[in-house]
């Protein structure tokens, strides 16, 4: 990976959203080698309701066909 996300960016809350984990494991992975630390994960629609109204993070990366709705509902 490169290393060259800037220190503000990497404070900032993200949520990763999809129904197959081993998705979310990579994209976290990745996340985490550019030393991003507030990863938030769900694997449903609801979940991902849930943590956005507890921890209100400011990028999500979203999987759009999702088991118990539209991820961009």
Request: aromatic residues 6%.
């Amino acid at each position: 990976m490169s290393g060259n996300v800037p220190n503000f960016f990497r404070d900032k809350k993200i949520l990763l959203v999809d129904d197959e984990p081993a998705v979310l494991d990579m994209i976290e992975s990745l996340l985490r080698e550019e030393g991003f630390s507030a990863i938030y994960r769900a694997a449903t629609k609801k979940q991902a309701l849930e943590l956005c109204t507890r921890y209100k993070p400011e990028l999500g990366i979203l999987d759009v066909m999702l088991a118990d709705g539209d991820g961009l509902d």
